[in-house]
């Protein structure tokens, strides 16, 4: 099967736009799939050492085919879990199409579920499923796991390893082990789903062919804009203003087939790329840059806060900040073609219910974008930009 993806064709001599951030582009106009390419080993998976791993569509998805396999293996009627109450509500599609009970939970100042409340919704709830977040890089402490110990042969942790993907640790002890692939390379899609429960495929029931086409479009629209491949600045705003929109609004599929329950697996396109990445490359630069901008960083005591200023370099999606003024800080940012993120823009209707130290995350956490596409030259530009804003 050959793909093909429209290249925007342009004079080829005209100045490449440096910007950072945003959704990746991709430059790909030609693969070829071949047999090799039916599988894809990433040891950022095979790492957990579980028997059986699906590739899925979204790390959405992969939610799906846990909380239906885990539905068919162990469960007769009761369907409880417990939630963080601060993660994206899109994460919580899975939970209420399948009609599962969901008990939040809140975490504290350092990103970990608050102990004493865990303890109680354990006792009362008795849940059939634990869910968990690895924020911003940072892995379950070991004061969780040791409340959740003794209900393990009853309750089953699902563990979302989305934004730790790289870390290595040896404490991990989620039963169920899903996570975003799509948001670390350059794929138009990719999530998995790994375990030692035979994985329930029976939920896989929609080919998203056309999206995964649509969605290297737009990175392929991206890729010509950042080459400077058009000539006029009216064209470029049109181009640019064109694509993120497209973008948006594939989003927002991706979201209603979660809504129908429209369950994919990761696409032959995201596997013939993963099978062509140097993926140390990419574990490597994004190192490189986490570990420069921590160093850099921590010599200055300006209007922001690292979240994880005593500990190991951080290796999650984003290199978060603390930041007293963040919506100034992010138009400040953006004024010099830096593009940050905030994880997750919740809603006030949402957020009512969270705590003080939950409300203090949702207002002043931003996201450095650090992968790899971009180099140290890139990280001095931001933290060059951080300076000029705190001055």
């Known amino acids: 099967m050959y793909y093909v993806i429209p290249v925007v064709e ?9 910007e950072i951030g945003s959704f990746m582009e991709q430059g790909i106009s030609y693969l070829e799939h071949t047999d090799n390419d039916e599988n894809i080993v990433l040891k950022e998976v095979d790492k957990y050492k579980k028997k059986y791993t699906y590739y899925t569509a979204t790390g959405r998805d992969a939610i799906f085919l846990a909380l239906d396999t885990i539905s068919k293996t ?14 994206c509500d899109m994460v919580l599609i899975p939970f209420q199409v399948l009609q599962w009970d969901i008990v939040y939970y809140h975490i504290d100042k350092d990103m970990q579920p608050k102990i004493d409340e865990m303890k109680k919704l354990l006792q009362l709830y008795k849940p059939n499923v634990v869910f968990l977040n690895d924020y911003f890089g940072r892995r379950i402490n ?9 209900y393990r042969d009853s309750t089953i942790i699902i563990e979302d390893v989305t934004q730790s993907y790289y870390i290595h640790e040896s404490h991990i002890k989620g039963d169920y082990i899903i996570g975003s692939i799509r948001k670390w390379y350059p794929i138009p899609d990719g999530g998995f789903l790994t375990c030692n429960d ?11 062919e056309q999206y995964v086409q649509e969605r290297l479009e737009i990175m392929n629209q991206k890729y010509a804009y950042l080459q400077g491949n058009i000539k006029e600045e009216k064209e470029k705003k049109e181009s640019k203003k064109r694509f993120l929109n497209n973008y948006y609004q594939l989003e927002e599929n991706l979201n209603e087939y979660a809504r129908n329950a ?6 032959n ?19 490189e840059n986490c570990s420069y901008l921590k160093e850099q960083l921590l ?42 993120s905030i994880v997750w823009p919740f809603t006030d209707e ?3 219910y969270f705590t003080e130290e939950e409300k203090y995350l949702q207002e002043h956490v931003i996201s450095i974008p650090v992968d790899a596409r971009y180099d140290i030259n890139d990280m001095e530009r931001i933290l060059k930009a951080i300076e000029e804003f705190s001055n």
Not at 273 to 278: K, P, T, V, W
């Open 198 to 208: 035979k994985i329930s495929v029976e939920c896989i029931n929609f080919n998203n």
């Open 269 to 287: 396109m995201s596997k013939c790329i993963i099978n062509q990445l140097d993926l140390e490359y990419y574990r490597q630069k994004r190192y």
């Open 74 to 87: 162990y469960l007769s009627e009761r369907k409880c879990c417990l939630v963080p109450i601060y993660i």
């Open 10 to 18: 342009g004079s080829g001599n005209l100045l490449m736009i440096k």
């Open 299 to 340: 010599l200055k005591n300006k209007d922001y806060k690292l979240i994880y200023s005593e500990e190991n370099v951080p290796m999650g999606l984003y290199f978060p900040l603390l930041i007293k003024n963040r919506k100034e800080f992010q138009t400040a940012l953006i004024e010099q073609n830096i593009f940050t």
């Open 350 to 352: 949402y957020s009512q």
């Open 262 to 267: 429209m369950i994919s697996p990761i696409s």
């Open 142 to 150: 070991s004061r969780v796991w040791k409340i959740l110990e003794p």
